[in-house]
């Protein structure tokens, strides 16, 4: 393994030879059209001189250096010849412009090693279409999320996450929420805890995609799982504790996510996560496990499954309370080429209050995404049977059964920057009859 | 072979000094080192303990750990586009989008980026678990994970 410290030497004598060359073309350039020169440049060239002949004194300095390493390593060999007689100006000159560079490399080394300040990350996106994407009732120009998180660089076992959305409703107010605020323990490699508000870990787009729109190469997340002042009909957030990691196994990777937290509740149609508690104690919890191959020809390909489960009660009069039971299935295949994703949800909910027994409902998506040079062409194909005598979805405003075929396009104008396309037809089966279909355009970006 | 030497070529001089500076440009591309160009290394602080089949996981933000020392890799602007291709195996811009859906879902932090072989050695010899990669011979003073 090659340590020698020769070479180094050369880079210093090289970095001071290439300060001495500019040096010396700076002057040149400043010369007068008369071929005059002033007496400060006079001085200068002087200077110059001077230190390209310190600058030759070092060169044959290095050279003699070399020559002593190598008779020292050649056992077999007689002694080199003496070297020239030593000049010690030379010595101390090179000595200290050594010091130098190492006092330059250390200040280097250890500023780049500082805590340089907390991190912030962003997102934003608006858009026009012919409907809202959140909302089918508005049309035009919509302004989309604000989002921005924090990842500050902490110590050697502790993170944090927390992230800030402002998103517009669809009165035009804007709100902003604590989308995650989290806080964990890395123990090593294998397992994470982290502590607070954090996205429930099922299925895949919860969370490899989140708020930000530039990161999901989709226009949109599936309707039903839209976050859940969104109409979405699962808890996209829990408030809690969550073990999470991965180990390697075989040719590839296994990871797994366990969680408990605050059991949530329906407040005007929409599911809340109980950032504060709640009143009644319930709580409620999962697991996801997933398996990723990370070589052959599966390379790429992710496979899991996942449950879900917590007693959910509504603001109604009398109020419902449901024992929600939702687990399935998901594969991914993600690679430089392809993003295809299939997610499905099965429930299983009881109905505690009303005493109308279980309901079972299932709601699923297809997608394939292709990585062209120019773009990433997508379809998708989601759809949702969600029974309505079932209290906990007749109580979501979201809680109706559709199906949705989308066909989109995005194109990355940038590295931070990304224009998305998509057309979509939408028929909702149950509370309404309703058909239309959507065009929507969206500029999204990073920062 | 030709050597980095053989390109430093010296232009007819316009000053008395010119001769002298053409003499160090050529010492200077004689101190490129014995690398070759193809040659990629990986290093690490002496306090790391890596196997080079752990290189990909630590620079995509999989490893943080190497026994009980945190893992800092930097990323080295001169040589990250052979990087990429041979170690990570994958284009900058999926790089670049890994590392933000990393940083967005998990709250991990990409590599601080380094311009040049010389100021990534000086980081990975000074930063404890700091390891990067550089297409010169290492010098002394830092560990040499593997070559590819």
Redo the contacts between chains.
């Keep these: ?5 020769m ?2 030497s ?2 210093r ?3 001071l ?2 300060v ?2 500019a040096i ?2 700076l002057p ?1 350039a400043a010369l007068s059209a008369t071929g005059k020169q002033d007496p400060e440049l006079a001085e200068m060239q002087n200077k ?2 001077q230190s ?1 002949q310190m ?2 004194a070092l ?1 044959e300095r290095v050279r003699e250096l070399e020559a002593k390493q190598a008779a020292a390593t050649a056992a077999a060999t007689p002694p080199a010849a003496p070297p020239a007689a030593p000049v010690v100006a030379d010595n101390s000159r090179l000595e200290a412009a050594e010091q130098k560079l190492d006092q330059l ?2 200040e ?3 500023r ?2 500082d805590d340089t300040g907390l ?1 912030l ?1 962003g997102f934003a996106d608006v858009g026009v279409g012919t409907h809202n994407p959140i909302n089918p009732a508005l049309k035009g120009t919509y302004v989309g999320n604000l989002d921005f ?1 924090l ?1 500050p ?1 902490l110590g ?2 502790t ?3 927390f992230e800030m959305n402002t998103e517009v409703g669809s009165d035009g107010t804007v709100g902003v929420d604590l989308e995650r605020a ?1 806080i ?1 323990y ?1 123990f ?2 294998q397992a994470t805890l982290w502590v607070g508000r954090y996205h429930t870990p099922y299925g895949y787009v919860n ?4 708020h ?1 729109s530039w ?1 999901n190469n989709t226009l949109r997340r599936p309707r039903f799982l839209q976050f859940e002042d969104n109409g979405g009909i699962m808890p996209a957030h829990t408030v809690g504790l969550w073990l999470t990691g ?1 180990t390697h196994v075989g040719g590839g ?1 296994v990871l797994y996510d366990f969680y408990a937290g605050n059991s949530q509740e329906i407040f005007g149609g929409v599911l809340d996560m109980r950032n504060a508690g709640n009143t009644n104690g319930h709580m409620g919890g999962g697991a996801r496990l997933a398996y990723q191959f990370s070589s052959g020809t599966a390379e790429g390909l992710m496979l899991g499954v996942h449950a879900f489960t917590a007693r959910i009660g509504d603001n109604a009069m009398p109020a419902n309370a449901t024992r929600v039971l939702a687990y399935g299935g998901y594969a991914v295949y993600d690679t ?1 080429q392809w993003e295809d994703i299939a997610e499905i949800y099965l429930f299983d909910d009881r109905d505690i209050n009303g005493g109308s027994g279980t309901h079972r409902s299932n709601a699923g998506f297809v997608q394939f995404g292709y990585r062209a040079t120019w773009g990433v062409p997508y379809a998708r194909y989601e759809r949702t049977v969600l029974e309505q005598t079932d209290p906990y979805f007749a109580a979501l405003e979201g809680g109706g059964s559709y199906h949705r075929v989308a066909l989109g396009a995005r194109f ?1 104008l940038d ?1 931070k920057s990304a224009v998305k396309l998509e057309l979509a037809n939408t028929r909702l089966t149950d509370r309404s009859l309703e058909q239309y279909s959507e065009g929507l355009v969206q500029y999204a970006i ?1 920062f | 072979m030709r050597s980095a030497s053989d390109h430093a070529t010296c232009p007819r001089p316009r000053l008395a000094s010119r001769p002298r500076a053409c003499l160090l440009a050529v010492v200077l591309a004689g101190a490129s080192g014995a690398a070759t160009a193809a040659d990629l290394y990986v290093v690490c602080n002496a306090n790391v303990t890596l196997q080079s089949s752990d290189v990909r996981d630590v620079f995509i933000g999989e490893k943080s750990f190497a026994g009980s020392t945190r893992l800092t890799p930097a990323d080295n602007l001169a040589a990250q586009a052979a990087f990429l291709q041979r170690v990570v195996k994958v284009s900058a811009d999926r790089y670049t989008s890994l590392w933000t859906k990393k940083s967005f879902r998990d709250g991990a932090n990409p590599p601080p980026v380094k311009a040049s072989d010389a100021e990534t050695i000086a980081y990975v010899r000074q930063t404890p678990g700091a390891c990067s990669y550089v297409q010169t011979t290492p010098p002394a003073g830092v560990i040499v994970v593997g070559k590819f």
Excluded: C, W
């Design positions: 393994m090659p340590r020698t410290t070479n180094f050369r880079y004598m090289g970095a030879a290439l001495a060359v010396a073309v040149s110059l001189d390209l600058i030759q060169t490399e250390k280097n080394a250890s780049t090693a991190p990350h998180y990842s660089r050697d076992h993170r944090a996450l989290q964990g890395q090593n490699d969370t490899a995609l989140h930000g990161i991965s990777k430089d990355d590295l990073r």
